[in-house]
């Protein structure tokens, strides 16, 4: 699904990678391709919320159309969390950076990158993807009730912060790698590996999925990417929500 050769674009300002991903599959412009911004004026995250997106951050959107189905499309936000941890671990040494469902990359406690997939019908059949994805590299933006952190942050006084474009360099074969593995050996092999770096495995937490909200224990990631939640009244398996965890704001 992750093409190797794909080529790169960039923007000095955009509103959106992922909304020119949109704009160009409704004119039948398919990619693949990746769409890198310096800056973006109307970024978002998960279910239009506003994500801001600084200066020598990475923002970046891969545009595909694809006939596999959307569920298996989906799975490649694992793929790619799993990508960017390691990515991480090559900046600032191995282990800091952990994976908390469904799309966010935490260290310490602390967001440091978030990805979100997009996605339509085509009318010959298939679909066209998006996903995209930002990573603070060299600025933590300031958002109201959550804590966020770069990557300069947690480096030497010295260490300059990699340039975006140069993460996604190092980035690029890893998810290729997962994607390539996922078409050959199913989702299992991607799904140990994501347990092994998730955030909040065996704690408490709350999940808010509209006007419900749930509370259990983490106990693992289900086949299908669900989050298995232990609750009062047995295991729950979530699909979509935010989960809360006592040590993450």
Known sequence: MIDGQAPVETFDEIDSTILEARRRAERNELGPVW???????AGRGRRGRTWASLDGNLMATYLFATKRPPAEIALLSFA???????TIDEVIGPGQASLKWPNDVLIGGAKASGIMLDSGSL???????ALAFGVNLAVAPEIPDQRTTSLRALL???A????????LASLRPKLEAYAARMD???FEPLRQAWLKRAHGLGQRARVVQGDQTLEGRIAGLSSRGELELDTVTGRRLITAGDVFLPNVA
Not at 35 to 41: G, V
Not at 123 to 129: C, D, M, Q, R, T
Request: proline fraction near 11%; aromatic fraction near 6%.
């Open 160 to 167: 300059i912060a990699p340039e975006p474009l140069d993460f």
């Open 156 to 158: 030497p006084p010295d």
């Open 80 to 86: 790619t969390g799993l990508a960017i941890v390691e």
């Open 123 to 129: 009318g010959e059949g298939g679909l066209w993807a």
């Open 35 to 41: 769409l890198i911004a310096r800056s973006q004026t």
């Open 184 to 186: 050959r050996d199913g």
